[in-house]
């Protein structure tokens, strides 16, 4: 290039450079020029504080007042000379690190916000020193706007050169909101610990450090202590890295056990339900909003149950623990028809710290023992097994890596690590037994069979779908899921039995029904005609229910608990194996109530304690919240299918049968009538892995069981069983195979059955209403006519035996008597081969 080439080009991009400073610093100018016609706040209004509003929480009602936010706020403010160190150390590292440095903002972190917030589109990011924080909560709106924030900056500059950095900290550490009515670091010092703000530990310092980001969702009261102790830990890693303490004082800090003090408020109602709902509503609207935005919150609880479960939790606690050693104890009560969560105790007493009271059990993982078997058998009668499938309960081996009698194959491996043989409740193994009675009587070992033959996967789906949720990892569970391996928190499970309450249909739990702004602006209002999901099919919810609430097969410790509900109630109790829990669950078709009693920090209770020991908390309950609900009765499931297996039906001698005629001896036709039906099974005594394939139930037997890896296990339980069976029946002889007859019912055929016609009253003919209507018939056939089967207009009449071709009754006696009626007769012989006829008349006054 040549030099007067490149001495053009240097003027081109000086004069651009020159264009570019220029416009900078026009833009520069036109900012400056509008920041400064903003109308700021005046500094001397500093000490003059904001009026903010609080939110109110109340009942479904809207008239019972369960919690105010703000009500008796409390705060003392005390000099930084009496704030101690960590604390002060402990803050300025978890917020500002620079606070001592700074102007009041901190440029660098404000453009990596302003980027952030234009790559999202909101106002997210937003980079605040402590300056800015006791700026924005002295004198400014809690808006969300550009104005707002550079107004933030600004008045951040000016105040930090007109006051000392001690005193803004000082402003700031006894202004900041700590949770509910606590505001300053004195108060949430002496409300946390017990001791005044000059006192605390380093721990305890990192702590109070930790929660003003987001105070509900770190409060110590609340559900999230594993994310609070994970941000205290982060403020003594800052505090650390800064210099502010060595690496023995944070390891100390970091071993030490802080016990926070119980929560003192009297001035809350239904309190485990209300810091459940505050939770939800922060997390929607904004830790500020809630203590400030004087938001109106409507909720599904319904005070008069809640008084009613949390007195009866009071009365019953006291036993439990003494006789138990059961210290805590949580119920919930659901609509299963709209999902709305009307009762939660979370605990016995919720300002009790012996028991740490404050903790909300009714939303904690915990093993649900056997109330978890239901949505185990739901998943099998998807898959075409039955209530009356027969299943033996007998002593079985379960894992591969064990002989069927429970020895491990590699003799070097420990049989309590490698076996899998449950045991049941009372050590006694009663052999078949059917679906119903296994799930009405808490069976384990017919419970593990199911799992096994319906799979892991679909029956954690089938829950999903009903609402347990955290259940994700099959291979962690596995055959112990349907034992209570998992954990479900008691909302959730109430909630999923709340499925088999509604016929299938699933309605999520919900706990607010309207949220209003402090102008009463409605801001989320939940919809006024429910939309449930199908999670079942209706008439497998009905199966499962027609299980649990069968008074004929309960078992005998739950019958007297069920009959003072006063209705048709299904109900079902649990136990872990290790007596940590113990659980009663069960509904109507209009209330779901599940109720818990165990230990807050899930060490065991008193050795061989069982779900009865909590079923009479959620009976004495259940029979006063059902009064004031109207009765229901559970929709009837389908009845069983007579062309099933032999062991979908209830029969467990054997898999092979026929169907014969008790009175010709021979093969039943379509002709054979039920009563001379009767069924003969071939005695083979076999799992049911011999009888079908676990993956198409309805399908045919599987050819070579063996190709089963769990058959020899069960079977060898089965065979041992019947041995000692045979041994106390030597007449019960079993059979290879059934031999069926090669000939057919030939007593109950089409020609045989008796042909059937009125003599009268003849067709058309006239009767008075008011007069004995007499009927002759004439029956042809080759057997006598034994009884006689009367209809007027489709309405059974009578039965008559004495003389069935000779009958006589009055017509005004049955009613429903129109002008042209039909008479219609049903004839049996004697070996039950039935003919009909029918006729008409008419009726006159």
Known sequence: MSSRRRRKAHHVIK??????????LIIVGLGA???ATLKMPDLTSFQNRKVTESTKIYDRTGTILLFDTGKDAKRTAVPLEQISPF?????IAIEDSDFYKNIGIEPTSIIRAVLANIATGGYGQGASTITQQVVKNSLLTKDKTITRKIKEWVIAVKLTRVMPKPQILETYLNDTSYGGTIFG?????????????????????AYLAAIPQAPTYYSPYGTHREELDARKKLVLQRMKSLGKISSADYDSAIAEKIQFLSRNDSSIRAPHFVMYVKDLVTQKYGEDMVANGGLRVITTLDFGLQQMAEDVVTKFAPSLESNFNASNTAMVAVDPKTGDILTMVGSRDYFS????????????????GSTFKPFVYATAFKKGFTPETVLFDTKTEFSLRCTVEGKPKDPAEDPEKVCYSPDEFDFNYTGPMTIREALAHSRNIPAVKTLYMTG???????????????LNDPNRYGLTLVLGGGEVSLLDLTSAYGVFANDGMRNPYRSILRVEDSKGIILESVPTAVSPSQALEPEIARQISSILSDTKVRMESLRAIGESVGRPVAMKTGTTNDYRDVWAVGYTPNLVVGAWAGKNDNTPMRQNVAGLIISPVWGAFMSQAVKGLPVENFQSPPPPLSDNKPVLRGIWEGGQSYWKDTISGKLATENTPAETKSEVVARN???ILFWLDKDNPRGPAPTDPKQDPQFEYWEYGVRKWFGEYQKNHPDFKEATS?????????????????RVSFISPAAGSSITSHDALTIRLQSLGFYPAKKTEVYLNGKYVLTSERDPLNISFFPSDVGGLGSSNTLSVTLYDSVFNKGTATTTFFATP
């Open 685 to 687: 005594v076999h799992s």
């Open 33 to 35: 020029l509008w920041v």
């Open 185 to 205: 670091v004195e108060e949430a010092s002496r409300a946390f610990f017990g001791k005044p703000a000059k006192d605390v530990s380093l721990a305890q310092a």
């Open 456 to 470: 892991l996967k679909d029956s954690m789906e089938t829950a999903a779908d009903m609402g347990i949720t955290g």
């Open 15 to 24: 004069r651009v450079i020159v264009l570019g400073i220029s416009a900078g």
């Open 87 to 91: 604390i002060q150390d402990a803050t």
């Open 738 to 754: 059934v031999a069926i007859p090669n000939q057919t019912d030939d007593v109950h055929t089409a020609d045989r059955a008796p």
């Open 353 to 368: 710290s012996k028991i740490e009271g404050n903790f909300n059990i009714a939303l904690a993982k915990r093993q649900p």
